[in-house]
């Protein structure tokens, strides 16, 4: 099969979908344009913060982007190219999307909090909790393999960490003069095609921080973790419109660029796949094991068809700063597509291959990614090095930018565990001033003030996730990470098809994919459970927890949701 006739009917499949299913997933939540945002409602210049669509659109796609939509279905390919492009078009239209667009819609209607504050109100003071630390610890972990990541490709490829941070240096100063002096399509015209410059030159005067610093291999891990550390540290608490916005925006128009590379390259190279469609149920994988489709498939692929992840970004940082649920659709659903058409692209990319070929590259998927569309894009007079070392300095802007958001919600869901419970803040609104002084002037509601400082959460969760990277034990729990975020969107759609069921609308439009998601997810742990015994505690320890956890919350949403339908249990002040 011609690798270009695939992408032009992913891309027509794509489109039918976002407007009629996306159009249909819309009404059914009643998007209202005429009611105000959170971003209007809680404005405090910091975290609420209302948002141009475009730039919102761009920081939310390349938060939740990084390198999951690449690294997925290339390493999921081992199975063959038709099970991974069949889990991205039916996930990613029909579970994923959904359950981004659903994150947002109910963040934006319950003053841009994050999913914990939704299951709260539907599961209780309880559940709520245990959602937050399992979220918390997810996010830690992301945190962590994000930064060593990033510092593995900025050792590996000084030009990606010089570029990386002449970037950050920048984006402050694009965001200040698309606020001030400029509007943003002018300042987008100036500053973008400065940043693919800075890219472009990168690649020419490298600065090695190792040979100027005269550093051994420890010495400029430490210095590039301490580098991310402060950054990240600056980037979780600095208002959004400083750094996280115009950064982000910035970013998105890297992966344009890459996309505009692959679109091109596919088009004019006309690659034939030659890899095999499918190669059976049970394969040698990429790490070298014996993996079984099920669950693997549905794990190895979450950016792209449905990741828990998301969840987070869009009831994170997305829902305080969008200006019109209008945008709901554009940025929750339409995000998820754009993944989904980076995850074929990434198929692509290697399907070309030979199976010999693949069993090899395929190792990296990065590099992998990277040499493909370098090939393609050879096609057109652009070098292959250069498309090359263009894809893989994109791939990195794009795990950066996962890492700073991953930050910041770990800080916002860090507050939250330590806030009042919402029925609590409500009693609180109603009692005197004079009462509300004097609860506040305990020491245990001052030491929680303390905590819960934007800059003390910060430096609590940045210390944490550094010290786990420096620990060396972070990539030993990496096999656990991919099932926990799947378990993540499993209770986001669970906590979504609650409200469809309270708010009497069709619920099985979440309730399957629920369903399924939850098996795959639980399969996935049970299975790093079974073959950790015995070889690595550490990873039986928190899948056991992860086990414990996903089963206390779906007995409890089970007990709720049947105490509801008998009229038991009422669910007040639910958007």
Known sequence: MNGTLLLCICLAYFVVGYFTYGGYIRRLFNINPDRQTPAHTNF????????????????????????????????????GWLPALLWILIGCVFIGAVHDFAALFLSVRNQGKSIGFIIEKILGFKGRQLFLMFSLCALILVVTIF????????????????????????????????????????????????????IYFSTIYVVDVKELLSLDDTGIKYF??????IYILLASVFPVH???????????????????????????????????????????????????????????IACGACSGF?????????????????????????????????????????AYLSDADFATIGK??????????????ESFGLPKEVGSVFISLAISAFMLTSLDTATRLARFLWQELFSSTYLKTKELNDKSHH????????????????????????????????????????????????????????ITLLTVTIYLIIKKKNFWITLLPTMLMIVMSVWGIVNVFTGSLGKNNSLVISSAILLALSLVLIVLAIIVTTRYAKGLVQVDDLD
């Open 364 to 377: 990296n998927p990065v590099h992998a990614f990277a040499s493909g569309l370098g090939v393609f894009a």
């Open 44 to 79: 405090d210049g910091v975290d609420y913060e209302p948002c141009n669509t475009v730039v919102l659109f761009g920081h939310h796609f390349s938060s939740i982007a990084g390198a999951g939509p690449i690294v997925g279905p290339i390493v999921a390919s081992y199975f």
């Open 147 to 198: 930064a060593l990541m990033v510092v593995g490709t900025f050792i590996a490829t000084p030009a990606v960490a010089t570029s990386s941070v002449i970037f950050i240096l920048i984006a402050p100063i694009f965001g200040f003069i698309s606020r001030t002096f400029l509007s943003l399509r002018t300042a987008s015209v100036i500053f973008v095609p400065i940043i693919l410059a800075v």
């Open 435 to 490: 009462e509300v002084q004097l609860a506040n002037a305990s020491v245990l509601s001052q030491l929680k003030k303390l905590i819960t400082n934007n800059w003390v959460a910060s430096l609590i969760i940045v210390t944490i996730s550094i010290g786990f990277a420096l620990s060396g034990q972070a990539t030993s729990i990496w096999p656990i990470f991919g099932s926990a975020n799947q378990l993540l969107s499993a």
């Open 242 to 300: 400083w750094l996280l916005q115009p950064r982000d925006y910035l970013s998105s128009y890297i992966l344009y660029a890459m996309l505009v590379i692959g679109f091109v390259g596919v088009f004019v190279y006309q690659p034939e796949i030659q890899l095999t469609a499918f190669k059976g149920f049970t394969v040698t994988g990429a790490s070298g094991t014996e993996d079984f489709m099920f669950p693997s498939l549905f794990i190895l």
């Open 224 to 229: 590039w973790l301490a580098v991310i550390g």
């Open 310 to 350: 998301h969840s987070l970004v869009a009831s994170g940082t997305t829902a305080k700063q969008i200006t019109s649920e209008k945008s709901i659709q554009v940025i929750g659903y339409g995000s998820m597509i754009m993944e989904g058409i980076i995850g074929v692209l990434g198929i692509i990319a290697v």
